[in-house]
């Protein structure tokens, strides 16, 4: 890389990272001043305590209890004498979303509309293993999307602005609450929720500040401690973030493709015409997570007679010919106004086999929970920027 490219890619970085600053969540502050828990960093909870005269050590025991045993009440903290459990009642909060709607699909496929304490709302998913008794949690990083995808019900909403990492870190604990998946006093209690996938509303490499804050929370051995590998971040690809997350968070990486040529994917994932396709694979190739343990997921949604040709399989595997990856093919999820229709299943299964034949996996992701609009791509709400002014 060039030291002119190096300068120019620092300062995509910087205007990535003011204009997330536009749309910044609300403090993390009830209206009578007391701070919320959830979500801040180790050293922001041992500041915090300083400040009201405690010790650095309560740290770990508040953390404790907050992120391995679920609890949102300071008076069951078996740990902490009664007269500080009335002093940080008094001073703090352990918040969750509010569940405004719990819908449960035919397929067992759980969809949470959670409303944060300004009002605005976000979907969050939880999808169960077919056949093994656990699961994948797809979060949300923002209300609404900037991004607008053809395809993607979640691309008709306007962004109305990023989520905290309270809120981020909140999506997975209010599902937790939802299964009563919190350690049980006898240590018998099933981990169903043991994969996060950042898939849900937004685009997390918009909102980086707070979706690393929320998963360096998540993957904290001395609270819910789940490993950087059960964790998969997807990008529709914002190339200059990329090597970023790479760096400082090592989780899997999932790349929303869709489309092998510029002039394709400029329409379907907008996206492109800021970072085309050679960037987007180039930064494929340098994401350092990338193994053939850990293998970049290339997401690609089957559209029919857009997308789907068997030309368009052959060179899909030439374009990411070397990269140690796989192909989750989609078939299109349905959604009230969208203007595609699904691959039929024999050029989906055409698809696949040149990808399998070329040594790449390619599962076909059976939809799940498109009963209650809970499959990928069809998640919305009707939060909206304005809401306050409205």
């Known amino acids: 890389m060039t030291h002119d490219v190096q300068e120019m890619s620092d300062a995509e970085r910087v205007r990535i990272l003011a204009k997330a600053a536009l749309f910044a969540p609300p403090p993390a502050v009830l209206p ?3 701070r919320e828990i959830v979500g801040l960093s180790r050293e922001e909870l041992t500041e915090a305590l300083v400040a009201i005269g405690e010790k650095p050590f309560r740290t770990k025991q508040i953390w404790h209890w907050v992120y391995h045993q679920g609890v949102t009440d300071f008076a069951v903290m078996s740990t902490i004498a009664r007269p500080l459990q009335e002093k940080l009642a008094a ?4 918040g969750r979303p509010e569940p405004a709607v719990v819908q449960t699909s035919e397929d067992q496929t759980r969809k949470f509309l959670f409303r944060f304490r300004d009002g605005q709302e976000a979907e969050t ?14 979060i949300s990083s923002q209300v609404g999307c900037t991004l607008s995808c053809r395809f993607c019900h979640t691309g008709t909403q306007k962004l109305a602005r990023n989520l905290g990492a309270a809120e981020i870190v909140g999506q997975f604990m209010a599902a937790r609450d939802s299964y009563g998946e919190w350690p049980s006093p006898h240590g018998d209690t099933p981990r169903l929720l043991s994969t996060i996938v950042l898939m849900g509303m937004g685009e997390p490499l918009y909102n980086y500040e707070n979706v690393a804050k929320a998963m360096r929370i998540v993957m904290d051995g001395e609270g819910i401690a789940l490993s950087r590998r059960r964790i998969t971040l997807s990008t529709s690809g914002v190339v200059p973030m990329m090597d970023r997350v790479g760096a400082e968070l090592g989780v899997n990486l999932a790349v929303s493709l869709h489309a092998v040529r510029d002039d394709l994917r400029d329409v379907i994932v907008p996206l492109n015409r800021k970072y085309p396709i050679a960037e987007l694979i180039a930064a494929c190739r340098r994401y350092p997570a990338a193994s053939n ?41 349905p959604w009230p106004g969208s203007d595609y229709e699904s691959s039929t299943r024999s050029q989906l299964a055409k698809f696949a086999r040149i990808v399998e034949e070329a040594g790449f996996a390619s599962p076909i992701r059976m939809p799940r929970g498109q009963d209650i ?5 069809q998640l919305r709400t009707e939060s909206r920027r304005d809401r306050d002014a409205a």
């Open 32 to 34: 009578d001043g007391r």
């Open 91 to 94: 001073r703090f909060v352990i």
């Open 125 to 138: 998913v939880y999808i169960p293993d077919r056949h093994e008794d656990r699961g994948a949690v797809c």
């Open 293 to 333: 343990a850990r293998r970049i997921t290339f997401e690609y949604v089957m559209l029919r007679d857009v997308n789907d040709s068997e030309a368009e399989a052959r060179a899909l595997v030439k374009l990411i010919a070397g990269i140690p990856a796989k192909v989750n093919l989609i078939p299109f999820n």
């Open 373 to 377: 609009l809970a499959a990928c791509g």
